[in-house]
Structures are given as structure tokens and as C-alpha cells.
């Protein structure tokens, strides 16, 4: 290497370390000092003030069991009605719809029935014949009253009209039963509501056959909804938890802020085999009719053992990336986000958790604000 190359050198490398040096004093000037030390761990936080941020201590309570489960919202079987049909026929007038309210004694359905129209045939002979046989019995009494008509003959008019008089009974009493009015014949038939309540299935439409009992489903399902079950699934391990009467709270994807509460009125004896898991039922009161059969519900229950829980402040609990999170301390201005797992159904203002830290832990009681007060002066 020359002179001339070499002094080259030597005068670039002076200008860039001016150029550093000088950027660096710009850098000092300008840095501001920050609350929070940035470490290599990321989950660990170093804070200058710390009595900006409460703590609290986890602890153990005498807490209920709580027991989650999932179900759907089912009429009340003791408060539900199938209507049938008693006579075949074809519809001519479908009036309500599935869903529809109706009252007691409202026309569902019309239709043309023969079976009534037999019926109606038979009540009218029926009549005609002890019509009949009346007037032969007042005929025999009057000629038995002179003497001209034997007695056994006039109790034999007697038996006819007392058996004429029992065919008319059970001719009118099968129009009735058909759905038919004896003193107005007529081959139409009005099938009515015989519960007020809310149509929840219908197996018919407009101008469709209507088949004989024996062989056709129920036309109509009417049920009384203001009290309603809510059928769930407990598995096997919990069922040592529930017991008949226990409350028990139900929260619908429909109300996510709505807590909704019933009571256990039955638990399955049997369990399903795939899911080992065994049906309880919960009754509950729907008078404003929120409740709606086939409603997806999450129901917590509450066990009447109290058992001890480790439980912290719902505010110490901060939700990110699907788990639930602490923000533990270690030190003197020293905290460490923590990973816990809060027990299923926990409300209110504190939550169980059931691993994560231990009793006597202190966590930030507002585990939202420390996360955003350290992110905005890391």
C-alpha cells in the first residue's frame, strides 16, 4: 500500500468516528428515562414505581363445587299436549301456524271427515229408531191397560225402547267424541285447542289427508312455556356434585348478559354409554317467554359441599391469546406474567382458579392496567 492510499484511509476512518460519536451524543440527549426495564425474559417486568399498582394476595376460601354443563331449552313435558285427530279426512282450512299462540277451545283445523259424517248418519237411525220404538211401547201400554195385550208382551216393548234409547247414547256420545256436534250434523269437522299454550310442532298442511289414529302422528304439539326444562349433560366424575334441588344458574348465547336461575328437579339413573354422562334436568320459570324450546344453555351448578378454592379478584385476571394470565410478584418492583387456568364457571368478583400460583402469592389487582401502563413506557 502507498502513501497516498494509506493517508486516504486514515482520514475516512476519522470522519466516521466523528459521525458516531456525534449521533451518539444526539441519542443521550434525547432519551428520556422509562418506568419499565426491558429484560431477556419477556414475561418478566422490572417497574420503578410499584406502589402506582395494588396487590393482592391469592387465598384459599370454603367455596361451593361448581359444576359447568352444557344443554338445550325443552317444553315441559307434564305442561305439553299432542292433538290428534279423531276422524280421517282431508284438511280444507289450516288456521295457526308452528309458533303460533292460541287459546283454549281455538279452531286449529278444518276438515271434510267421512268418520263423521258416519257418525252423524248413525246418530240420526239411531234416533229415528227410538222414535219408534217409543210409540210401539205407549201403543202396548194402552192396549195393556184394557186388557187386550199380554204382560210379556208389553215388557218386550219395554226392552226395545230401552234399547233403542241406549243406541241413541252411544251414537250422540261417538259424534262428541269425533269432534261433531249432535244438533247440528254436518260432515266438517272443527279440530280445536284443547290447552292454551304455543304451537311447537306441527305434522300437517293445507289440504293434506288426515289418516285414522292408528297410523298417524300427532297433528299438533301445543305446550305451555312459562315453565320450561333445561336438559344437560353432567359426565360421571361431577354427578357426585349435583343433587336434587340445587340452584343452579343458565346463561344463553341469545342473553350473553342475562343470568337466568332454576333448580335441579331430576337426575338420570341411567347414563349414555358414548358419552358417560347422565341427563339432569333443571326447571325453570319463563314468564316473559324468553326462553325458547331448542335454545342452546350453559348451566353452572352449585354444589352444597363447601370445599376449599384458591381464588383472586377477577380484576388480577387478564384474557390474552385464549388463556388467562397473572401478573405475579418476585420482587421488589419485579412482576412476572403467570399462566392459570380459572375453573369453569367462576363469576362474580373474584375467581377460582385451579393451577397457575399458590395461596399467599401476591398478583396485581388490576391486571388490565398494568398491562397497558407497562406497554406504554416499555
Known amino acids: 500500500m502507498n502513501f497516498a492510499t494509506s493517508y486516504r484511509v486514515l482520514v475516512l476512518s476519522t470522519l466516521l468516528v466523528a459521525i458516531f460519536a456525534t449521533a451518539s451524543c444526539g441519542n443521550e ?5 422509562t418506568k419499565t426495564e426491558i429484560t431477556l425474559d419477556p414475561n418478566l417486568f422490572r417497574v420503578e414505581d410499584q406502589k402506582s ?4 394476595q391469592a387465598e384459599t376460601r370454603q367455596l361451593p363445587t361448581q359444576v359447568t ?6 317444553p315441559d313435558v307434564n305442561r305439553t299436549i299432542h292433538v290428534t285427530s279423531m276422524g280421517s279426512g282431508r284438511v280444507l282450512d289450516l288456521k295457526v301456524r308452528l309458533g303460533d299462540s292460541v287459546r283454549k277451545g281455538q279452531t286449529l283445523l278444518v276438515i271434510s271427515s267421512p268418520d263423521l259424517a258416519s257418525a252423524n248418519a248413525d246418530y240420526q ?3 229415528a229408531d227410538e222414535d219408534l220404538s217409543r210409540k210401539a211401547l205407549d201403543r202396548a201400554q194402552l192396549l195393556y191397560s ?5 204382560e210379556k208382551d208389553l215388557q218386550l216393548a219395554q226392552d226395545a225402547e230401552e ?3 241406549v243406541d241413541v247414547s252411544t251414537a250422540e256420545q261417538k259424534v262428541r267424541v269425533i269432534g261433531g256436534d249432535p244438533a247440528h250434523p254436518d260432515a266438517t269437522l272443527n279440530l280445536r285447542a284443547p290447552v292454551a299454550g304455543t304451537i311447537v310442532e306441527q305434522n300437517v298442511a293445507g289440504f293434506e289427508g288426515v289418516k285414522s289414529l292408528d297410523n298417524t302422528p300427532n297433528l299438533f304439539t301445543i305446550a305451555d312455556l312459562s315453565q320450561v326444562w333445561v336438559l344437560c349433560d353432567v359426565f360421571e366424575n361431577d354427578l357426585g356434585e349435583v343433587h336434587l334441588g340445587d340452584v343452579a344458574e343458565i346463561r344463553l348465547n341469545a342473553f350473553p348478559d342475562r343470568v337466568f336461575h332454576g333448580k335441579v328437579a331430576d337426575i338420570s339413573r341411567v347414563l349414555d354409554p358414548s358419552t358417560r354422562s347422565a341427563k339432569v334436568r333443571i326447571v325453570m320459570s319463563n314468564q316473559d317467554g324468553s326462553l325458547r324450546p331448542g335454545m342452546f344453555a350453559t348451566a353452572t351448578l352449585r354444589s352444597r359441599t363447601l370445599r376449599p378454592h384458591l381464588v383472586v379478584p377477577a380484576t388480577a385476571i387478564m384474557r390474552l391469546h385464549d388463556k388467562d394470565w397473572v401478573f405475579v410478584q418476585e420482587g ?3 412482576f412476572r406474567k403467570t399462566e392459570v387456568h380459572v375453573e369453569p364457571g367462576s363469576s362474580g368478583d373474584f375467581s377460582q382458579l385451579q393451577s397457575g400460583i399458590s395461596p399467599g402469592q401476591s398478583v396485581v389487582a388490576d391486571a388490565l392496567q398494568f398491562s397497558t401502563e407497562v406497554a406504554e413506557n416499555r
Open 125 to 127: 237411525k239411531a234416533r
Open 29 to 33: 440527549t434525547q432519551a428520556a428515562p
Open 163 to 165: 234399547k233403542a234409547k
Open 146 to 150: 184394557r186388557g187386550a195385550l199380554a
Open 332 to 334: 421488589p418492583g419485579q
Open 53 to 56: 399498582f395494588k396487590l393482592v
Open 69 to 74: 354443563a352444557n344443554g338445550t331449552v325443552t
